[in-house]
Each structure stands twice: as C-alpha cells, then as structure tokens.
C-alpha cells in the first residue's frame, strides 16, 4: 500500500505522540517532573529513529524501547 510522505509523517508522529502522551499522562499523575521529561526525551529519540527509516509502520516499540535504553545509558545504545 502506498503512502504519500505527509501520511507518513503524520502516522509516525502520532504513533511517538500516542506513546508519550500515554507515559507522560501516568507520570503526570504521580506527580514527578523528572519522569515526565523523561519520557519526552525518549519520545523525540523515538521519532527521529521513525523518522530515519521513514516511517516504516510495524517498529514503534522497538524505537521505543531502543530510546529508552539510549536515554537512560546516557547515548550509549545497549543490545
């Protein structure tokens, strides 16, 4: 199925939207800034790794995830 650019781009960035809403919303709740800032950081690492293979669907917890562990390692990517 074929998909213009800007589908793209929308459906990438509203898949690390979602995420992070999602993570951001619970962190809200408890009240910690620091996780909250967290969690957008991982969300932007996880967009722009969407964004370099170009949006290809089917990965967004596996970007995820791999920003997650870059954040937290502090920009050393662990396998």
Not at 46 to 62: C, D, I, T, V
């Amino acid at each position: 199925m074929a998909h213009t650019d800007g589908s793209k781009k929308a459906t990438g960035k509203a898949v690390s939207n979602s995420i992070a809403k999602g993570s951001t919303e619970q962190s809200a709740q408890k009240g910690d800034g620091l996780a909250t800032d967290l969690n957008e950081m991982i969300a932007v690492a996880a967009y722009y790794r969407a964004q370099n293979r170009q949006f290809e669907p089917g990965h967004e917890l596996e970007d995820w995830l791999a920003a997650e562990n870059e954040i937290k390692n502090g920009g050393v990517t662990v396998h």
